[in-house]
C-alpha cells in the first residue's frame, strides 16, 4: 500500500531504523568470527558494509526526525530475535546469527538483492529493502507535495535534532546528510539505497565523496566474497565477476554456534555470564543512540567506546568452547536485557563507585 | 582460576588455552609438566568449594615447591603478560636448560591477551582501541570478582 | 667510482617530516626531486606497517624503537643500548659512541617516515620569547627572526600534518593567533585523568625566583586525527584511507600509531607526485661533493639490498642540495664532507629536552592506560623571569601512569613483583587492579643552552657495519638545567599535594637511581639533590641558524654560509630549545626556506 499519510510515514521510518539494525548482528557475527589477521580483505568487505549500515540507521533517524516524528531505538521489540524475518518483509528468508560461512554470505545476498525494476510491494510487506525505499521516497514526495499546495512542508522537525557529519564517526562509512527539506530527503534516502543496491544499473553505489574509487554496492561486496573474485569496472550487475581472485579462506573463523541464547548457558555460567554482560553492552549502546537520536545528538560519542567493546567480547566469546559435540563456539546473542540491568552493565556512577568502596572496607 | 584470578571461561575467551597447554611442556618437560598437573589436580580436589583453603594449599603445594613453585609463577607471568620469562638460573642448573627456555613474548595475540590488560580495565597498547574520546570517559573501576 | 648520476633540480636527503615537505613543496613547482633515505620503505604499504605492529607485540623491551628491525647498514640508536658512562671510557654498546659525561639518551630513526613513525605527535607553537632568550633573559642566543615572522608557516605546517587543538586554549598559554585562524581539527578530548589534575590544580601557583606562577593544565597540540573542522578532511592509513580517520585511543603513540591516526612523514611520501620525485630507499648518504667554485656538485651513496650485506655506490647531481637525515646525520655528514664549517659549529650546540619525572599513586582511579599517550600539559611554567636564572619547563601529564620507570611500561613489572611474593590468583588481580590504574606520571621538558662542547664528532675509529662513521657525543648539562630539575621537583609537590596525595606516594627524579643519567648537584638552595633524566627525543642545535657566518652553520633560510645551493633544515638548525617540542617549528621554519629554495631554481 502507498504511503498517504504523515503518520504511515513516520511509521514506515521507524520500521526503516528497525530494518537496518536487524542486518547488523548477523553482520557483525560473521565480521566478528573471522580472527584478526586472517581473511583480511573479505573481512574488510564485511566490515565496510557493516560501518554502512550503521550509517544508515543515522540517516532513518534523521528523515524520521526532520518529518516531526521520534525514533525509538530501544524499546523492548527492537532487535529481532533470530532466527528471525526481516523486519516488515514479506517472510520470503529467516536470518540467522551464524559465524562467516557461504550459508551466512547466502542470507546476506538475499538481504541485499537488487529490486527489480518496477516491481511493487503487496501490501505493508516488502520484497526487498529496495522496494521498502521506494515506497518511502514515493511517500515523501507524495505528502510533501500535497503539503506544499496549503503552503506548508512535512519538514517540520527540529533541526537540533539531526545527526551532522562531525558527531558521528565509526571508522569510515561516510558522514551523515542532514535532513531539512525535499531535497536533502532524497539525498538521503538515495544514499541508503545505492550503497545497498547499487545505481539503477551499475554494481557501484556513486558515493566517492572521500575522492576514492567507487565502492561497489553492499550486494556486490557479498557477491565477490561469494564467488572469490573481484568486480571490474567494467562488469555489468547481471555478469559474474571478472576481476583478480579474492582470496577466501572459508574455515578461517571461529565456530560460533548458531543462534546462541542466553538461556541455552544457564548451566555454563562462566559462558552465561560472559553473553549477559555482552547484552549489557549491546543494551547500553541503543540506549546510547536513542538519546543521542532524540535531542542529544552529541551522546553519539558515548556510543563509540561501546561498539568497540562489543566486539573485543563478542570475538572473546566466540573463542570460548560450548563443549557440544560439533566443536562449537559461543557467541554474542545480542539480546536486549531489562534497562536496569544494562545500567549496571554501563560505567558505574560515582555514586555507585562510593558504595561499592564501602562495600570493599 | 587460582592462579590467575580469572574463570574457566575467560581463560578460554583468550583463545590461548591450547597454545599455553602445548607451550609448558616444550619448555619443563613432560616429566615437570606431569607433576605440576598431578599436583595441581590433588590439590584442587582437596580445597575445592573451600576458597581460602584452597588458596593456602596452592601456596603450600605448589608455590612453595621449589620446582613447581618458579614454574607456577612463570605460568602465571605468561597469562597476565603474553610473554615466558627464562625460570631463574637456580631451577636450570637443577633441572637442566631446555633451549625453548628463553625469554620472549610467545606471540602477538598471546601479548594482546594478556590478563594485566583486564585487571588494571585498559587494553593492551597498541592493539585493542577503546575507541575516539573513549579516554575522557570515567574509568571503569571493578576489582574482579 | 660509478659513472655520473643523473642531475636533478634538487636532492633531498632524509624522508622525515621535513625531508618529505620540501620535496612536496619543491615538487609543487614541477621541480624535480631525488628523495634519499637510508632506511627501508617497509612503511609505505599498509602490510609493511602492520608488520611493524605486531613486531611491537612481540618485542620484549617496548622502546621507542621496538616496532622497526635493526638495520645494520643505516642503525639507530636504542634506549636499551644505553649504560652509565664511566669517565674516560666511552660507552660503544649502542650505534652512539657516547664519551659523557651525561649520556646523550635521545633516540631517532633511520626508516623511510623517519623519526615520524615513534614520535609522540605533540606540536605546541613556540612562545614569542622562546625566539629572543638572550635579549630578553641575558641567556643563550637569539634567533635570526621573529615569532611572528613564522606565524604564517605555523598555519600552514598545522594544515599540512594535520593538528588537532583549540585556538582559545593556545592563546591562553601565550600564543599569538592572526585573527580567525583555526585549527583543521578539534582538540583531542582530555583524559579522565586531566580533567581529575585540572580540577585539583584550580588557582594553584607555585613560586620560582621569588615571583609566582599559575600552574594551568590545558589541552595540547597533537598531530593526530580527530574531528575535523570546515575544510579539512583528515589523512587516514598510507594504503588503507578509511583507518586511522580518528585517533582510536591506542595508548603507543610512541613507539607506533597501530591505525595511522598520528600523523607520520609515510603520510607526505605517499602522496608526493611521482612524475617529480624520484625515492629512493636503502641509499646511504656518505659524501657530499664540494665543486670549485664552492657549490655542493652532487651526492654520493651506498645502496644495500640486505642489512648489513654488500652495497654498491651511487651518485647525481643536483642544482639544490637539501640535506634533512636529522640533527645527528646531518652533522655526521657535513663533517665526512669537511662541508660547511668554515665557523667550526657543525656539530656543536647539541641539546635536547632533558626529561626529568615525577611519579605519584593518587587516591582513586586515574583510568590509566587509555587514549593517546598525553593530551594535556601545564603550559603556565614554559616563560617567566627566571629564565634568567634556570631553565622553563613545559609540563607533560602522562595518559599510561609510570611510564620511564624500568618495567612499568607495559605494567609488567608489577606483575613479576607480586609473583616473586607468592602472591596469584584474585589478590593478584585485585592488586593490579587497585594499583596500577592510580599510577600518575608527571614530566618537565626542560630547556637547555647551547655549549658548544656538547657535540657530534666524527672518528675514523668508530664505523658502522658499512663503513659509515658512527655519531662520537659528548654531553653534559649545565646548571641552569640541574636547576630548573630541582625546581620541578617543588612543581610536582605542589600538584601531588593538591591531589590529596600522601607524601609517602609521591616520588620525584631524586628516587628512583640506577637511570644512565644521574647526577649529585648542589642547588641554589645549597642542598644536595641526587638527580636523573633520560631524552626527550628532541634533537637540536648541530647546525644552528645565525646571522654571522662566523657563529652559525646556516643563514635565516637554513642555507649554508659556505656553499650557496646547500640547505641543512631540521632542528638542527635550532639555536635555541625553547620547551615546545620542536618538529612543528622545525617544519614552519623549513617551509619558509622553501620559498628561498625556489628562488634558486627559477
Redesign the interface.
Known amino acids: 500500500m502507498p504511503i498517504t499519510t504523515l503518520a504511515s510515514l513516520r511509521t514506515h521510518l521507524q520500521w526503516a531504523l528497525e530494518l537496518e539494525h536487524s542486518t547488523i548482528p548477523p553482520y557483525l557475527c560473521a565480521l566478528y568470527s573471522i580472527p584478526d589477521g586472517s581473511n583480511v580483505a573479505v573481512s574488510a568487505l564485511i566490515r565496510s558494509v557493516v560501518m554502512e549500515e550503521m550509517l544508515h540507521m543515522v540517516l532513518a533517524a534523521n528523515l524520521l526526525n526532520a518529518v516531526g516524528g521520534k525514533p525509538d531505538v530501544s524499546h523492548r521489540k527492537f532487535v529481532p530475535s533470530y532466527p528471525a524475518y526481516l523486519p516488515h518483509s514479506d517472510k520470503a528468508f529467516q536470518v540467522n546469527l551464524l559465524p562467516f560461512s557461504t550459508q551466512a554470505v547466502d542470507t546476506f545476498l538475499k538481504i541485499e538483492r537488487p529490486m527489480k525494476p518496477r516491481a511493487r510491494p503487496r501490501g505493508s510487506k516488502y520484497h526487498t529493502i529496495g522496494q521498502f525505499y521506494a515506497a518511502v521516497l514515493e511517500g515523501v514526495e507524495l505528502l510533501e507535495r500535497r503539503a506544499r499546495k496549503r503552503g506548508k512542508t512535512i519538514f517540520t522537525g527540529k533541526r537540533r535534532h539531526q545527526i551532522a557529519g562531525e558527531q558521528w564517526y565509526y571508522g569510515g562509512g561516510g558522514a551523515p546528510i542532514m535532513v531539512v527539506d525535499l531535497d536533502s530527503a532524497r539525498k538521503a534516502i538515495h544514499e541508503i539505497m545505492e550503497q545497498g543496491e547499487g545505481l539503477d544499473h551499475t554494481i557501484f553505489d556513486g558515493d566517492n565523496q572521500f575522492g576514492q574509487v567507487d565502492e561497489l554496492a553492499h550486494y556486490f561486496r557479498f557477491y565477490e566474497i561469494r564467488k572469490g573474485r573481484r568486480y571490474l569496472p567494467t562488469d555489468a550487475p547481471h555478469h559474474l565477476p571478472h576481476g583478480a581472485e579474492l582470496p577466501v579462506d572459508w574455515s578461517a573463523r571461529y565456530p560460533m554456534t548458531p543462534n546462541p541464547k542466553v538461556r541455552d548457558f544457564r548451566k555454563q555460567p562462566g559462558i552465561h555470564r560472559l553473553m549477559v554482560e555482552f547484552n549489557q553492552r549491546y543494551t547500553a549502546l541503543l540506549q546510547a543512540l536513542h538519546t543521542a537520536f532524540n535531542g542529544k545528538p552529541a551522546a553519539l560519542r558515548d556510543a563509540v567506546p561501546l561498539m568497540y567493546e562489543l566486539k573485543y567480547r563478542a570475538q572473546a566469546l566466540m573463542t570460548i568452547p560450548t563443549g557440544r559435540a560439533d566443536g562449537s563456539t559461543a557467541g554474542p546473542s545480542f539480546e536486549l536485557v531489562p534497562v536496569s540491568a544494562a545500567a549496571r552493565g554501563s560505567r558505574p556512577s560515582a555514586q555507585r563507585r562510593r558504595a561499592a568502596t564501602r562495600r570493599r572496607n | 582460576m587460582t592462579l590467575t584470578g580469572f574463570d574457566a571461561a575467560e581463560l578460554w575467551g583468550t583463545g590461548q588455552v591450547q597454545t599455553y597447554y602445548a607451550l609448558l611442556p616444550s619448555i619443563i618437560g613432560d616429566a615437570i609438566f606431569g607433576r605440576l598437573m598431578s599436583r595441581w589436580q590433588d590439590t584442587w580436589i582437596r580445597g575445592e568449594g573451600d576458597e581460602p583453603f584452597l588458596e593456602t594449599l596452592v601456596k603450600e603445594q605448589i608455590l612453595e615447591d621449589p620446582t613447581l613453585g618458579p614454574v607456577a609463577r612463570n605460568l602465571t607471568y605468561l597469562w597476565y603478560t603474553g610473554g615466558w620469562n627464562q625460570l631463574p638460573a637456580d631451577w636450570r642448573n637443577e633441572h637442566g636448560a631446555s633451549a625453548n627456555d628463553q625469554t620472549y613474548i610467545v606471540s602477538s595475540t598471546a601479548y594482546t591477551e594478556g590478563l594485566v590488560w583486564k585487571a588494571i580495565h585498559a587494553h593492551p597498547t597498541a592493539a585493542k582501541q577503546p575507541g575516539y574520546g573513549s579516554w575522557a570517559l570515567p574509568p571503569d573501576t571493578g576489582t574482579g570478582r | 667510482m660509478s659513472a655520473p648520476g643523473r642531475h636533478y633540480d634538487a636532492i633531498v636527503i632524509g624522508s622525515g617530516p621535513i625531508g618529505a615537505h620540501v620535496a612536496q613543496g619543491l615538487a609543487a613547482e614541477k621541480k624535480s626531486v631525488l628523495l634519499l633515505e637510508a632506511g627501508r620503505a617497509t612503511g609505505l604499504t599498509y602490510e609493511g606497517y602492520r608488520s611493524y605492529?605486531?613486531n611491537?607485540?612481540?618485542?620484549?623491551a617496548?622502546d621507542t624503537n621496538s616496532p622497526y628491525p635493526y638495520n645494520a647498514s643505516a642503525p639507530s640508536p636504542r634506549e636499551i643500548d644505553l649504560t652509565s658512562i664511566t669517565p674516560g671510557t666511552p660507552d660503544l654498546n649502542g650505534y652512539q659512541v657516547e664519551f659523557g659525561p651525561q649520556t646523550f639518551a635521545s633516540t631517532y630513526l633511520r626508516a623511510l617516515g623517519g623519526t615520524s613513525l615513534h614520535w609522540l605527535g605533540t606540536v605546541p607553537r613556540f612562545l614569542p620569547n622562546d625566539f629572543r632568550i638572550k635579549t630578553k633573559y641575558g641567556v643563550g642566543v637569539d634567533w635570526p627572526f621573529e615569532y611572528h615572522e613564522l606565524e604564517e608557516w605555523y598555519g600552514k605546517a598545522e594544515w599540512s600534518i594535520g593538528v588537532a587543538a583549540n585556538v582559545a586554549d593556545q592563546k591562553e598559554v601565550g600564543i599569538p593567533f592572526p585573527k580567525g585562524y583555526e585549527y583543521p581539527m578539534?582538540r583531542i578530548?582530555?583524559?579522565?585523568s586531566d580533567?581529575v589534575i585540572q580540577k585539583a590544580t584550580q588557582g594553584l601557583t607555585v613560586k620560582l625566583a621569588g615571583r609566582r606562577y599559575p600552574v594551568r593544565v590545558s589541552s595540547l597540540p597533537q598531530a593526530r586525527n580527530?574531528?575535523?573542522r570546515a575544510g579539512y578532511?583528515p589523512v587516514g592509513a598510507v594504503g588503507a584511507?578509511?583507518?586511522g580517520?580518528?585517533?582510536?585511543?591506542?595508548?603507543?603513540c610512541i613507539p607506533?600509531c597501530?591505525?595511522q591516526a598520528k600523523y607520520s612523514s609515510l603520510k607526505t611520501v605517499a602522496a608526493l607526485p611521482k612524475e617529480y620525485v624520484t625515492l629512493l630507499s636503502q641509499a646511504v648518504v656518505t659524501k657530499l661533493n664540494i665543486a670549485a667554485n664552492g657549490r655542493i656538485s652532487g651526492v654520493e651513496w651506498l645502496r644495500y639490498e640486505t642489512e648489513g650485506g654488500a652495497t654498491t655506490p651511487g651518485t647525481a647531481t643536483g642544482t639544490i642540495v637539501v640535506l634533512a637525515g636529522h640533527a645527528i646525520e646531518n652533522a655526521k655528514l657535513l663533517l665526512a664532507s669537511g662541508a660547511a664549517n668554515s665557523s667550526d659549529q657543525v656539530g656543536r650546540n647539541l641539546m635536547d629536552h632533558p626529561f626529568s619525572s615525577s611519579w605519584a599513586l593518587a587516591p582513586?582511579?586515574?583510568?590509566?592506560?587509555?587514549?593517546?599517550l598525553q593530551?594535556s600539559g601545564i603550559e603556565s611554567l614554559r616563560d617567566g623571569a627566571f629564565r634568567s636564572e634556570f631553565a622553563a619547563f613545559r609540563v607533560d601529564l602522562s595518559?599510561?601512569g609510570w611510564d620511564i620507570v624500568p618495567n612499568a611500561?607495559?605494567?609488567?613489572g608489577q606483575?613479576?613483583d607480586q609473583?616473586?611474593q607468592?602472591i596469584?590468583?584474585?589478590?593478584?588481580?585485585?592488586y593490579?587492579?587497585?594499583t596500577?590504574?592510580r599510577q600518575v606520571r608527571i614530566g618537565y621538558d626542560l630547556e637547555q643552552l647551547p655549549e658548544p662542547q656538547n657535540r657530534v664528532t666524527i672518528s675514523n675509529e668508530f664505523r658502522d657495519a658499512i663503513g659509515c662513521f658512527r655519531p662520537v657525543i659528548h654531553y653534559s648539562l649545565s646548571d641552569y638545567t640541574w636547576q630548573a630539575m630541582v625546581e620541578s621537583i617543588k612543581v610536582s609537590g605542589a600538584v601531588y599535594d593538591r591531589m590529596g596525595i600522601p607524601k609517602s606516594d609521591q616520588y620525584f627524579c631524586t628516587t628512583f637511581t640506577g637511570l644512565p643519567d644521574e647526577r649529585n648537584f648542589r642547588a641554589k638552595d645549597g642542598k644536595d639533590y641526587l638527580l636523573s633524566f633520560v631524552g626527550a627525543g628532541h634533537h637540536i642545535g648541530t647546525h644552528r641558524m645565525g646571522v654571522s657566518r662566523t657563529d652559525s652553520v646556516v643563514n635565516r633560510d637554513q642555507r649554508s654560509w659556505d656553499h650557496e645551493n646547500l640547505y641543512v633544515v631540521g632542528c638542527g638548525s635550532f639555536p635555541t630549545t625553547g620547551t615546545a617540542n620542536p618538529t612543528l617549528t622545525a617544519l614552519a621554519v623549513t617551509l619558509r626556506s622553501v620559498k628561498d629554495m625556489l628562488a634558486q631554481l627559477r
Do not use: W
Open positions: 605492529v605486531t611491537y607485540h612481540v618485542q620484549v617496548k578539534e578530548p582530555p583524559s579522565y580533567q580527530s574531528i575535523p578532511t584511507p578509511d583507518m580517520l580518528r585517533c582510536e585511543g591506542n595508548s603507543a607506533i597501530p591505525v582513586r582511579s586515574m583510568g590509566v592506560f587509555r587514549g593517546p593530551t595518559n599510561v611500561f607495559p605494567p609488567y606483575v613479576m609473583l616473586g607468592n596469584v590468583g584474585k589478590k593478584l588481580r585485585r593490579l587492579s587497585d596500577v590504574p
